[in-house]
């Protein structure tokens, strides 16, 4: 099929070159000349396993191009909105500015029987007013909408097998041809079973919403544990092994640290609220209020066990491990880790950090940042060592090797991702996040 994605950040930049790579036709658009012109050189302008490969073998194909040019879409008759969702300044809600614009800009371009679809995470509601939007401007266009399901870290896998599909749809004959439409860009993965839902607008907007504010209530519940763990001397890792047992609950994302972050989860809970209010129902979602402030409180908690270790943070050198969000990615949108370094550096620390993938992207939102080319270089002569991003490199350390080059052998695990007997058996006092 011939397919057109509009936005090629993150997101659209990983959609285009695996439809490229499942044998679509694709054209990515996007407003930004630089972005467009390393993606065409096939360099991913941000950090994904596996993205170059892709890019790579989808660009020689000639199945994949990108533009500046809006005009290029009317060569397409698949038109997939890809662009991003940011909190707005000064309030919880999602800013629409750049969807809205996407469509706009799309509409001159639209063919008799044209299929828009929405893969943006957008409030509950957006899909049926943008769908009037395109019905409206006359080409016989209709829009959909697909939620993305992606991991940072795992997006082209989960691009091209994903664990499902959502189709937001019209009633009616509209409806079962947009259905036909995605089926067929679908076909590869649909092939091998990958579950479909065919559903309404509001639904499929819903399900994204709500699988991340689930997910981040997970996350946030294990770390109120943890709060409970500290102040009674319990153990929330083993606490977090024995109800993970339970199939109603299951072990994953039920690691208490840090807490999330990223572009997605903090922002979309809080555009979540925000839709709730709008719609009447603020009290429903008034506990997701309570789970972003549980996820904010463990980044301070890492600052005040760091002040406990080592006393006055004033003048006290500090050598953090991991910058993104989580691993496998050079993210640090709302990271936890980044947020950590500046509460320290405001505090008189002075910190040496470093991440194997996020250094530049941490120094471009903190130019003051003070960066280490390896592990080694940033906790040499450390009155404490962080883990604030729990990379298989920082998880592989030896600890003998690191107590040879730290002022004193103090290490705060904010990933609960170190083996706690082995650094203790060398002689680290090492202190996690709800561990005695």
Same mark, same amino acid.
């Given at each position: ?28 658009? #996007?407003?930004? *000349?630089?972005?467009? /012109?390393? %993606?065409?050189?096939?360099? =991913?302008?941000?950090?994904?396993? &596996?993205? @170059? ?119 009616? #004959?509209?409806? *079962?041809?947009?259905? /036909?439409? %995605?089926?067929?860009?679908? =076909?590869?993965?649909?092939?091998? &079973?990958? @579950? ?241």
């Amino acid at each position: 099929m011939r397919i057109s994605v509009i936005g090629c950040g993150y997101l659209g930049a990983v959609h285009a070159a695996c439809m490229a790579e499942l044998g679509h036709d694709v054209v990515g658009i #996007d407003v930004d *000349e630089h972005r467009v /012109a390393e %993606l065409s050189a096939g360099r =991913a302008p941000f950090f994904e396993p &596996g993205l @170059p490969d892709v890019l790579s073998r989808a660009l020689a194909t000639g199945r994949l191009r990108f533009t500046t040019d809006m005009a290029a879409a009317a060569e397409a008759t698949v038109h997939f909105v890809a662009v991003g969702t940011p909190q707005t300044k000064g309030s919880f809600n999602a800013d629409l500015t750049y969807v809205d614009a996407a469509v706009q800009g799309l509409l001159p371009y639209l063919g008799e029987g044209d299929l828009v679809v929405g893969k943006s995470t957008v409030p509950v509601g957006t899909a049926a007013r943008l769908a009037g939007v395109v019905e409206g401007a006359g080409a016989g266009a209709t829009l959909a909408w697909n939620p993305e399901f992606l991991r940072e870290g795992f997006a082209v896998r989960d691009t091209v097998a994903p664990d499902r599909f959502v189709y937001g749809v019209p009633q009616g #004959d509209a409806g *079962e041809r947009a259905t /036909a439409v %995605l089926d067929e860009v679908y =076909a590869t993965a649909l092939a091998t &079973g990958t @579950p479909r839902i065919v559903t309404d607008y509001a639904t499929a907007e819903l399900v994204k919403v709500s699988a991340n504010a689930f997910l981040a209530t997970k996350i946030s519940f294990i770390n109120a544990m943890a709060e409970i763990a500290e102040a009674t001397g319990a153990d929330v890792t083993q606490l977090a092994d024995a109800i993970g047992h339970d199939a109603r609950i299951g072990r994953r994302f039920l690691n208490a640290g840090l807490g999330f972050g990223g572009g997605c989860l903090p922002k979309d809970i809080r555009a979540f609220r925000a839709r709730a209010d709008e719609l009447g129902l603020a009290d429903t979602l008034s506990f997701l209020g309570e789970v972003d402030a549980i996820n904010l409180r463990r980044r301070e908690r890492v600052v005040t066990l760091t002040r406990e270790l080592v006393g006055d943070l004033e003048g006290a050198t500090i050598g953090v491990l991991g910058l993104a969000f989580k691993p496998d990615s050079d993210d640090v949108r709302d990271s936890p880790a980044l947020d950590v370094v500046k509460k320290l550096v405001e505090a008189g620390a002075n910190v040496t950090a470093y991440d194997p993938e996020a250094n530049e992207t941490a120094t471009r939102s903190l130019p003051s940042l003070v960066t280490a080319g390896s592990a080694a270089d940033a906790v040499r002569g450390a009155d404490a060592v962080l883990v604030l991003t729990e990379w298989r490199e920082f998880r592989d350390l030896v600890p003998a090797e690191v107590k040879a080059l730290v002022s004193r052998a103090v290490v705060v695990d904010g990933r609960n991702c170190l083996d706690a007997d082995a650094w203790r058996a060398e002689g680290f006092v090492l202190r996690g996040l709800g561990r005695p």
